[in-house]
């Protein structure tokens, strides 16, 4: 699933090329993305309205509208969105195409057909947006925050950093090397860090989100960016993926555990 890094990517590059586009048209090629929203509510909610601005919040995209309404995108597992030249067909993929006034194609595609959209009048209607948490990019997420947020629970760190109710954004990957970063066990109780272990994990953090999206994310098998270029991140990675490799720091294998049923990769040498 994209992580933070890639729907940043993608917000980027669309913030780059649609702000002032007017949607005029807009044909659903399959309605299970729509979560049970009529089609024809869909198409004409969208039909005539500009597209003002394109930002992120955790994994969700959001398109902002005038007049305004805000269209939200979650990605799952394969969803993308892709700038087009007009075409003639569909490709078996497409689930939403959106006519731009440039003459151009916004195309929503999602091969295992998990991605969402959603269409609301304001950002507070959206009871997925209501549940995220901290985003770790923006000025809230500071070591006192993080600290204070830590000292509530006793759950293990990378479960608790997976936790979208707390931190919104992260995912399996970007964990796995954060928590490597900061010297961190994944199966660390989250209250039991000192000063400096909550600074290093702040700070790896921070440095490797900033980082994923300077390489444009990462591309384990489906992920590219509108452009169809795919991210370079995954030729960084010290343990995500990376299980009997010998660690980049201390040369012994890196271990493959499974907490809440996904994979995890650690040095169990260098995280504590």
């Not at 509530?152 to 936790?163: C, E, I, T, V």
């Amino acid at each position: 699933m994209p992580e933070l890094p890639e729907v940043e990517t993608i917000a980027r590059e669309l913030q780059a090329s649609v702000p002032g586009r007017r949607i005029e048209r807009v044909r659903v090629f399959r309605a299970d993305a729509l979560g049970g929203v009529p089609v024809a509510d869909f198409a004409d909610g969208l039909q005539g309205r500009t597209i003002e601005r394109v930002s992120r919040r955790g994994k969700y995209l959001l398109f902002r509208l005038q007049p305004a309404h805000f269209l939200i995108g979650h990605l799952r597992m394969t969803g993308k969105f892709v700038l087009s030249e007009p075409l003639a067909e569909p490709h078996v993929h497409h689930r939403v195409w959106f006519s731009l006034d440039d003459g151009r194609l916004l195309i929503f595609q999602d091969s295992r057909c998990f991605g969402t959209l959603r269409l609301v009048a304001r950002l507070a209607d959206s009871p997925q947006l209501a549940v995220l948490g901290m985003d770790p990019l923006t000025r809230g997420f500071t070591v006192t925050w993080l600290a204070e947020a830590l000292a509530r629970s006793r759950a293990p760190l990378k479960n608790w950093l997976m936790d979208q109710s707390r931190i919104a954004g992260l995912g399996n990957i970007y964990v796995a090397e954060i928590l490597f970063a900061a010297g961190l066990s994944p199966l660390r109780p989250a209250d039991t860090l000192d000063g400096a272990e909550l600074a290093r994990l702040h700070a790896a953090t921070r440095k490797i989100l900033r980082k994923a999206i300077r390489k444009n994310g990462t591309t384990i098998s489906d992920f590219a960016r509108v452009d169809e270029k795919r991210g370079e991140f995954q030729n960084l990675l010290q343990v995500y993926g990376r299980e009997s490799a010998p660690c980049p720091r201390c040369a012994r294998p890196i271990a493959r555990i499974v907490q809440q049923q996904r994979s995890t990769f650690y040095c169990a040498a260098c995280q504590h």
